[in-house]
């Protein structure tokens, strides 16, 4: 899978996806201190998952409708050490085939997907 990971996504988690086959492109990266709508319009360009600790990509994503067809996974975790979080988004990853299109929450018992409606 193409992920874009937000800055809050810990190294650990990006070198754990990419060892396992994941193309990962992290903003700390290609594109340090860059803002929520700018890292999801880069997201949407190179069809790429968002994944993020950020909830305001759900406010962009459902309230302003901005364009999200590749997908966001917004991490929810009460333990957010990197080894925690890791082993979550891997379980997830493996449980799921049709992330794209959809706001998915990942927390510390259950994935939620939600189909994101069409922008405007």
């Given at each position: ?31 340090r ?5 700018s ?79 069409p922008?405007?």
């Amino acid at each position: 899978m193409r992920f874009f990971a937000d800055e809050n996504v810990s190294r650990h988690t990006v070198e754990t996806l990419r060892a396992a086959g994941h193309n990962v492109a992290w903003v700390i990266d290609v594109a340090r201190s860059t803002d929520d709508e700018s890292i999801l319009e880069s997201a949407q360009t190179a069809d790429r998952i968002v994944l993020t600790f950020d909830k305001d990509f759900g406010d962009l994503t459902f309230r302003d409708r901005k364009e999200s067809f590749a997908g966001v996974i917004l991490l929810r975790m009460c333990n957010q050490q990197p080894e925690y979080v890791t082993r979550l988004v891997m379980q997830a990853i493996a449980s799921q085939v049709d992330w794209a299109g959809h706001f998915a929450v990942i927390d510390d018992s259950s994935v939620r997907l939600s189909e994101i409606p069409p922008s405007t």
